[in-house]
T-cell receptor, first 115, second 113 residues
């Protein structure tokens, strides 16, 4: 089974609107961490946000927030007030406590922000 | 601001040749990683390295791959006998102890002909 599933290969959003990028995960480890990365067309990987499995609050970093639903095993990224510069690939990733230094990435979602 | 650097930015090699990809992690980081991304596909974990030894590795990281931290600053990935399917972008990343965020380098694009 896939550890990380991103079901939206591509998404469009109008500038200034909010968008949600889906991510579901599969693990039996009670302790794990979830990450989102942005990859612009230039290719670099940019860390956006982290959520720990025991964190009580949903993580937020500026315009990014993580909608963490543990029972559903989902960790959706919400980008508020989209900007043209948000157009990029977005990858969800996970690591488990048992294999603390091994990371699993999803297949990514390509977000296009329309003016 | 400190950053992870990788050299070369693009490497072209013939099938069967050995390549060494180089990375300089951020100086006070203790955890080091290699990933690869075949064009248009997802990022795949290859290996993590801590305290001068491999910490975790994926199924992709077979005997043709090796990693080394030869001098306390460089972190290298060696591919002994390259195959066409090794063509990909290879990213190095590093992480500080006690911090979740990994910092990625700009990547080395490897093309195997």
């Amino acid at each position: 089974a896939q550890k990380i599933t991103q079901t939206q290969p591509g998404m469009f959003v109008q500038e200034k609107e909010a968008v949600t990028l889906d991510c579901t995960y599969d693990t039996s480890d009670p302790s794990y961490g979830l990450f989102w990365y942005k990859q612009p067309s230039s290719g670099e990987m940019i860390f956006l946000i982290y959520q720990g499995s025991y964190d009580q609050q949903n993580a937020t970093e500026g315009r990014y927030s993580l909608n963490f639903q543990k029972a559903r095993k989902s960790a959706n990224l919400v980008i508020s007030a989209s900007q043209l510069g948000d157009s990029a690939m977005y990858f969800c990733a996970m690591r488990e406590e048992e294999n603390f230094n091994k990371f699993y990435f999803g297949s990514g979602t390509k977000l296009n922000v329309k003016p | 601001e400190p950053e992870v650097t990788q050299t070369p930015s693009h490497q072209v090699t013939q099938m069967g040749q050995e390549v060494i990809l180089r990375c300089v992690p951020i100086s006070n980081h203790l955890y080091f990683y290699w990933y690869r991304q075949i064009l248009g596909q997802k990022v795949e974990f290859l290996v993590s390295f801590y305290n001068n030894e491999i910490s975790e590795k994926s199924e992709i990281f077979d005997d043709q791959f090796s990693v080394e931290r030869p001098d306390g600053s460089n972190f290298t990935l060696k591919i002994r006998s390259t195959k066409l399917e090794d063509s990909a972008m290879y990213f190095c990343a590093s992480r500080k102890a006690g911090v979740n965020e990994q910092f990625f380098g700009p990547g080395t694009r490897l093309t195997v002909l």
